[in-house]
């Protein structure tokens, strides 16, 4: 089992930052593809950035590439999404996701566990 709990969402002006973490406990998190996604109110949940076990490899959604960087301290059993240039269709709440054995993926069916997710507004 791998627990996973995220802070560091709020309200923030549009073309402000925020810098999301998600912190895991339980089996060795170094094990495990990192994942965020989020589902804004009336939408399906969407990926945003995922990260392998060594942080050498990352993947984005097209809407938040260039905007968002997802990074990892594996020794503080810790991921990050660092948020910048944030619009108000960024509003929902995001979610980290871990899964061990699918790789980098953004399908949400192939992660094993969640967060109960934090939620970031953006007011315009």
């Known amino acids: 089992q791998v627990r996973l709990v995220e802070s560091g969402g709020g309200l923030v002006q549009a073309g402000g930052s925020l810098r999301l973490s998600c912190a895991a406990s339980?089996?060795?998190?170094?094990?495990?593809?990192m994942g965020w996604f989020r589902q804004a109110p009336g939408k399906e949940r969407e990926f945003v950035a995922a990260?392998?076990?060594?942080?050498?490899?990352?993947y984005y959604a097209d809407s938040v590439k260039g905007r968002f960087t997802i990074s990892r301290d594996n020794a503080r059993n810790t991921g990050y999404l660092q948020m910048s240039s944030l619009k108000p269709e960024d509003t929902a709440i995001y979610s980290c996701?871990?899964?061990?054995?699918?790789?980098?993926?953004?399908?949400?069916?192939?992660?094993?566990?969640w967060g109960q997710g934090t939620q970031v507004t953006v007011s315009s």
């Open positions: 990260i392998n076990w060594s942080g050498g490899r990352t």
């Open positions: 339980g089996r060795t998190f170094s094990s495990y593809v």
């Open positions: 996701a871990a899964n061990r054995y699918w790789g980098v993926t953004g399908s949400p069916r192939e992660y094993d566990y």
